[in-house]
């Protein structure tokens, strides 16, 4: 009897993913597909040796959909049935344990992503999963109630997870957006998120400094985004995780061409009210007052830090703390607590951890992952126009729409083309 074929093009996150939960299926079943993962780099997985600066944030605990963005409707629906208990489970039963960190965030026991990559290759090895390295999948074509890829690899059916277009050199090179438009799925508008903010007003004298602080995009006097925790302060604006989490609402601006000034609102003194900054102002003149300006913050922040600010509200570093009048005070106050930059760009894509926009989630079904278009045509991953904020969510999205894809996708030719 001949056995269906199902490819799954990309062999990051959620295509290995996929091809494990297919191919678990087969075993359980003994359904007769052939599972097959093309994968366009030398090596597979590459991508996630580079996550969590090596440690691989594995998934959060919590299933909080309003860390997302993009279709989150159907997210919502797949995280209800591939929760993080099943996805704990999923690599449980491969021999990897995990452990709990600060805001639900879950890293491999080893705290090595490249034990992670080791329990999913020696799955999929046991599972027999074929993987060809060094294939770039530049076409895919409906023929004879299947695909044809590359004009000769004939497939039942197909799993797109060859990611977006964030970090090319690890593996994502935006192509199977093109593949997915080629066979009539309507895509959303792509723009590169997790980045650092271009600010337009930039000092370079706190190049490399880190700071706690609140941040918020203000769009045309509009709050659209909100994050806090340590920033950094780079030669071209921020960076950190509140900068690179706040970055989506900055690049969906200039993506889609919005008009009018974009701001960045910082808050460098976010445990401190407006009245205690004053009072401490003022406290500082009693106590000291002959101190150099340049000293007067020293108690709060670092001292780079401190002088950037005091530039900013237009206090000579070299007078004395007793010269600070009431309205300096007041400018000072101002500006610790929200000091406004304009935003002139984001890094683009080769700088970002994920990739906004993508399949419009709307042209799939929301039990399967399945086109509603186009039979036997499935995707998943960062190709969808689902995308998290920092903390494991998008690798979160990445197994749980992953196994969704390679679930349905066995199912479906176990029904339709196995033994027929």
């Known amino acids: 009897m001949n056995k269906s074929v199902l490819s799954v093009i990309g062999g990051g996150a959620s295509g290995m993913a996929a091809a494990i939960e297919a191919a678990r299926f087969r075993e359980k079943t003994g359904a007769g597909i052939k599972i097959v993962i093309y994968e366009r780099l030398p090596r597979y997985g590459k991508k996630i040796l580079a996550t969590g600066n090596g440690r691989c944030n594995i998934l959060n ?43 639900g965030r879950m890293y491999p ?62 593996g994502s090179d935006g192509s199977c957006f093109e593949l997915l438009h080629s066979l009539g799925i309507k895509l959303n508008p792509q723009f590169p998120s997790l980045t650092g ?31 806090s925790g340590e920033l950094q302060y780079t030669d071209y604006g921020v960076s950190g995780i509140p900068a690179m989490e706040v970055s989506r609402a900055a690049s969906e601006h200039f993506a889609l061409h919005k008009k009018g000034k974009l701001l960045l609102s910082v808050n460098s003194l976010p ?17 000291n007052p002959y101190l150099p300006c340049e000293d007067l913050l020293t108690g709060l922040m670092p001292k780079k830090l401190g002088i950037a600010k005091l530039n900013s509200a237009n206090i000579k570093c070299s ?32 700088h970002s951890q994920v990739t906004a926009g993508g399949a419009d989630t ?11 278009s ?12 689902v995308d998290g904020r920092c903390g494991g969510y998008n690798l979160a999205w990445a197994w749980s729409s992953g196994r969704c894809a390679g679930l349905g996708a066995a199912k479906y030719l176990s029904e339709n083309k196995f033994g027929k």
């Open 61 to 103: 605990k919590n299933a909080d959909m309003e860390k997302y963005s993009g279709g989150v409707r159907l997210a919502k629906k797949i995280f209800g049935v591939f929760t993080p208990e099943s996805n704990t489970e999923f690599f449980n039963s491969m021999g990897l344990y995990t452990r709990l960190e600060d805001d």
């Open 109 to 170: 026991m080893s705290l090595q992503a490249s034990s992670v990559l080791d329990a999913l290759r020696f799955e999929l090895q046991r599972l027999g999963v074929e993987i060809i390295c060094d294939t770039k999948i530049t076409d895919v074509k409906q023929k004879d109630g299947g695909f044809i890829l590359n004009g000769k690899y004939f497939s039942d059916a197909v799993i797109i997870a060859g990611g977006g277009k964030s970090s090319p050199v690890q």
């Open 197 to 227: 903010i271009i600010l337009k007003s930039k000092n370079k004298s706190l190049k490399g400094l880190r700071a706690r602080g609140e941040i918020l995009v203000v769009d045309n006097g509009k709050v659209s985004a909100f994050s």
């Open 271 to 287: 445990d401190f009210s407006p009245e205690e900054i004053s009072e401490y102002i003022e406290n500082r003149k009693k106590q």
């Open 319 to 350: 007078a004395p703390i007793s010269s600070v009048t009431k309205n300096q005070c007041a400018a000072l106050t101002e500006i610790l607590c929200s000091e406004l930059f304009e935003i002139s760009g984001v890094l683009g894509f080769e």
């Open 362 to 372: 709307e042209c799939f079904n929301n039990a399967t992952l399945e086109a509603l």
């Open 374 to 385: 186009v039979k036997g045509l499935f995707a998943c991953g960062e190709v969808m126009d």
